[in-house]
């Protein structure tokens, strides 16, 4: 087995993004789930595909420990408990969630500036976090003031559906 490039801490704040990634991979099969059978298809075939690109972000995460000589250790999950009871409760949840990560890369990120591939590796995610945030906080903008439109969650499941079938 090859000598670790990186120290323990660095180890442990990678294993916990690890964690978070496969914590969101889980949030969003839970959503695309409980959107499935309010009857939300194209939420629902959203959420189903950022399962999956949440799975393709862990497994950065495990590919660069790899690189770094180190042997990922997969986190235990716990089962969602929060049940959303509407499609903006679900894109509260997503927002949520993608605003805690995003914090936690920053200070990541602050912490890793002396250590050039670390800082590298996590600069993609600062990125994919951004936009994450940056793309809930806008649908629900659009249902706060369209809250009067009843037509607002079909719209949203609309749009949703599309972006899962074009990206
Ligand atoms: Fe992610």
Redesign the pocket.
Known sequence: MKKPLIDKDCVAKLEAALKY?LG?FYLYKHLAICMQAYGYFGAAAYFEKESA??NG?AQKHIQFLNDMGVVAKLPSLAPEKEQPTSLYDAIELAYENEKD?LDYYKEAYKDSLDDAPVMVHLIDFVK?QTEAVSFYADILATMESEKDNKNVCMVIDHKLKKLAKNG
Request: glycine share 0%.
């Open positions: 990634e969101h690109e949440e972000h990560l994919f």
